[in-house]
Nanobody, 122 residues
Framework: QVQLVESGGGLVQAGASLRLSCAASGRTFSRYAMGWFRQAPGKEREFVAAINWSGSFTSYADAAKGRFTISRDNAKNTVYLQMNSLKPEDTGVYYC???????????????WGQGTQVTVSS
Protein backbone atom coordinates (compact mmCIF):
# COMPACT_ATOMS: atom_id res chain seq x y z
CA GLN A 1 0.00 0.00 0.00
CA VAL A 2 1.16 3.53 -0.74
CA GLN A 3 -0.12 6.85 0.55
CA LEU A 4 -0.45 9.63 -2.01
CA VAL A 5 -0.71 13.40 -1.61
CA GLU A 6 -1.38 15.66 -4.59
CA SER A 7 -0.48 19.33 -4.85
CA GLY A 8 -0.16 22.07 -7.43
CA GLY A 9 -3.76 22.68 -8.39
CA GLY A 10 -5.26 26.14 -8.64
CA LEU A 11 -7.27 28.67 -10.60
CA VAL A 12 -5.77 29.70 -13.94
CA GLN A 13 -6.90 31.28 -17.18
CA ALA A 14 -7.29 29.37 -20.39
CA GLY A 15 -3.95 28.86 -22.10
CA ALA A 16 -1.97 28.77 -18.87
CA SER A 17 0.09 25.91 -17.48
CA LEU A 18 0.09 24.01 -14.21
CA ARG A 19 2.31 21.31 -12.82
CA LEU A 20 0.71 18.84 -10.49
CA SER A 21 2.79 16.77 -8.10
CA CYS A 22 1.95 13.62 -6.25
CA ALA A 23 4.16 12.63 -3.34
CA ALA A 24 4.12 9.01 -2.27
CA SER A 25 5.11 7.51 1.03
CA GLY A 26 6.82 4.18 1.39
CA ARG A 27 9.94 2.63 -0.06
CA THR A 28 8.09 0.61 -2.69
CA PHE A 29 7.01 3.55 -4.86
CA SER A 30 9.22 2.45 -7.75
CA ARG A 31 7.32 -0.85 -7.97
CA TYR A 32 4.07 0.88 -8.86
CA ALA A 33 2.68 2.16 -12.09
CA MET A 34 1.14 5.58 -11.54
CA GLY A 35 -1.80 7.32 -13.09
CA TRP A 36 -3.57 10.65 -13.12
CA PHE A 37 -7.33 10.82 -13.29
CA ARG A 38 -9.77 13.69 -13.12
CA GLN A 39 -13.38 14.22 -12.20
CA ALA A 40 -15.49 17.15 -13.33
CA PRO A 41 -18.66 18.12 -11.46
CA GLY A 42 -21.48 15.74 -12.28
CA LYS A 43 -19.24 13.47 -14.32
CA GLU A 44 -17.49 10.18 -13.75
CA ARG A 45 -13.81 10.01 -12.92
CA GLU A 46 -11.79 9.60 -16.10
CA PHE A 47 -8.30 8.58 -17.10
CA VAL A 48 -5.80 11.31 -17.97
CA ALA A 49 -2.34 9.74 -18.10
CA ALA A 50 -0.31 6.78 -16.86
CA ILE A 51 3.35 5.89 -16.48
CA ASN A 52 4.99 2.57 -15.81
CA TRP A 53 7.31 1.90 -12.89
CA SER A 54 10.50 3.04 -14.65
CA GLY A 55 9.04 5.89 -16.68
CA SER A 56 9.85 4.18 -19.97
CA PHE A 57 6.18 3.88 -20.98
CA THR A 58 3.49 6.52 -20.85
CA SER A 59 -0.05 6.76 -22.15
CA TYR A 60 -2.57 9.57 -22.42
CA ALA A 61 -6.24 10.14 -22.92
CA ASP A 62 -7.00 11.76 -26.26
CA ALA A 63 -7.92 15.00 -24.49
CA ALA A 64 -4.47 15.13 -22.89
CA LYS A 65 -2.28 14.17 -25.83
CA GLY A 66 0.06 16.91 -26.96
CA ARG A 67 -0.72 19.14 -23.97
CA PHE A 68 -0.03 17.07 -20.84
CA THR A 69 3.12 15.20 -19.83
CA ILE A 70 3.37 12.64 -17.06
CA SER A 71 6.74 11.92 -15.49
CA ARG A 72 8.15 10.46 -12.31
CA ASP A 73 11.20 10.73 -10.10
CA ASN A 74 11.58 7.50 -8.16
CA ALA A 75 14.39 8.97 -6.06
CA LYS A 76 11.90 11.55 -4.79
CA ASN A 77 8.88 9.23 -4.68
CA THR A 78 7.00 11.72 -6.82
CA VAL A 79 4.96 11.66 -10.00
CA TYR A 80 4.17 14.80 -11.96
CA LEU A 81 1.62 15.99 -14.46
CA GLN A 82 2.69 18.97 -16.53
CA MET A 83 -0.38 20.57 -18.09
CA ASN A 84 0.02 23.14 -20.83
CA SER A 85 -2.49 25.08 -22.93
CA LEU A 86 -5.19 24.49 -20.36
CA LYS A 87 -8.82 24.71 -21.42
CA PRO A 88 -11.98 25.31 -19.38
CA GLU A 89 -12.97 21.68 -20.04
CA ASP A 90 -9.86 20.60 -18.10
CA THR A 91 -11.53 21.84 -14.92
CA GLY A 92 -11.99 19.21 -12.24
CA VAL A 93 -10.44 17.44 -9.30
CA TYR A 94 -7.24 15.68 -10.31
CA TYR A 95 -6.27 12.47 -8.54
CA CYS A 96 -3.11 10.46 -8.65
CA UNK A 97 -3.30 6.74 -8.13
CA UNK A 98 -1.06 3.70 -7.88
CA UNK A 99 -1.42 0.32 -9.52
CA UNK A 100 0.63 -2.85 -9.47
CA UNK A 101 0.55 -3.01 -13.25
CA UNK A 102 0.66 -0.38 -15.97
CA UNK A 103 -2.90 0.43 -17.01
CA UNK A 104 -5.26 3.15 -18.14
CA UNK A 105 -8.19 1.42 -16.47
CA UNK A 106 -9.48 3.08 -13.33
CA UNK A 107 -10.37 -0.13 -11.51
CA UNK A 108 -6.77 -1.38 -11.76
CA UNK A 109 -5.68 1.39 -9.41
CA UNK A 110 -5.81 0.46 -5.75
CA UNK A 111 -4.39 3.47 -3.92
CA TRP A 112 -5.64 7.03 -4.39
CA GLY A 113 -4.78 10.49 -3.21
CA GLN A 114 -7.30 13.00 -1.94
CA GLY A 115 -7.24 15.07 -5.12
CA THR A 116 -6.32 18.62 -6.04
CA GLN A 117 -8.70 21.11 -7.66
CA VAL A 118 -7.87 22.56 -11.06
CA THR A 119 -10.09 25.36 -12.35
CA VAL A 120 -9.56 26.90 -15.76
CA SER A 121 -11.45 30.09 -16.53
CA SER A 122 -12.28 31.23 -20.03
Amino acid sequence: QVQLVESGGGLVQAGASLRLSCAASGRTFSRYAMGWFRQAPGKEREFVAAINWSGSFTSYADAAKGRFTISRDNAKNTVYLQMNSLKPEDTGVYYCAAATSYSSTLRQYTDWGQGTQVTVSS
